[in-house]
T-cell receptor, first 117, second 112 residues
Framework: GAGVSQSPRYKVTKRGQDVALRCDPISGHVSLYWYRQALGQGPEFLTY????????KSGLPNDRFSAERPEGSISTLTIQRTEQRDSAMYRC???????????????FGPGTRLLVL | DAKTTQPPSMDCAEGRAANLPCNHSTISGNEYVYWYRQIHSQGPQYIIH???NNETNEMASLIITEDRKSSTLILPHATLRDTAVYYC?????????????FGTGTSLTVIP
């Protein structure tokens, strides 16, 4: 594909519901990253994958957040029992080479705006 | 965990050079300096990155001081479409992680 795609673009859910956010990286990109962005703030790192392996999940706020990338391509960020404070823009990025490469560039998707009522 | 300091906002006249400063006094020897920008609610867009030497591409120039404690992003002829939030990022050692810490950036307004 031409760029990183994310779906849905907008998600409104009720507190306590689970949500799944999808990221489709640029074809051939081996690394995938998830960020969260609050209004007026820069993106905040959540987690990343090299191929299907989750390398670092230290940025996930708590155990309600999880991510997977089972086949090394599409990734899903899942938030269980959503809370109002989870409302934010969730952004995905991908890079061509693994994150172990110096000078590697990340390309960002348009994001999913999540609103928890 | 942001390791950079940027002014919160700047103005620049259209057609003039926009010089955006960034302090990264705790940068380590192998850490790259990246610049991204974000227009409205779009995803961050890569601009340029560098390690020690000055870099130039079709979008901008990056000037890194000799001690690497600060850098300046230069947009040589700013246009209205360059109005955006500009993030200076020091990349964490990729051997331990690839996190980009964006901070709050500089909101650049290009004035007609």
């Amino acid at each position: 594909g031409a760029g990183v795609s994310q779906s849905p673009r907008y998600k409104v859910t009720k507190r306590g519901q689970d949500v799944a956010l999808r990221c489709d990286p640029i074809s051939g990109h081996v690394s995938l990253y998830w960020y969260r962005q609050a209004l007026g703030q820069g993106p905040e790192f959540l987690t990343y994958f090299n191929y299907e392996a989750q390398q670092d999940k230290s940025g996930l706020p708590n155990d309600r957040f999880s991510a997977e990338r089972p086949e090394g391509s599409i990734s899903t960020l899942t938030i269980q029992r959503t809370e109002q404070r989870d409302s934010a823009m969730y952004r995905c990025a991908s890079s061509l080479r693994t994150s172990g490469s110096w000078g590697e560039t990340q390309y960002f998707g348009p994001g999913t705006r999540l609103l928890v009522l | 965990d942001a390791k950079t300091t940027q002014p919160p906002s700047m103005d620049c006249a259209e057609g003039r050079a926009a010089n955006l400063p960034c302090n990264h006094s705790t940068i380590s020897g192998n850490e790259y300096v990246y610049w991204y920008r974000q227009i409205h609610s779009q995803g961050p867009q890569y601009i340029i990155h560098g390690l020690k030497n000055n870099e130039t591409n079709e979008m901008a120039s990056l000037i890194i001081t000799e001690d690497r404690k600060s850098s300046t992003l230069i947009l040589p002829h700013a246009t209205l479409r360059d109005t955006a939030v500009y993030y200076c990022i020091v990349r964490v050692d990729p051997n331990t992680g690839n996190q980009f810490y964006f901070g709050t950036g500089t909101s650049l307004t290009v004035i007609p």
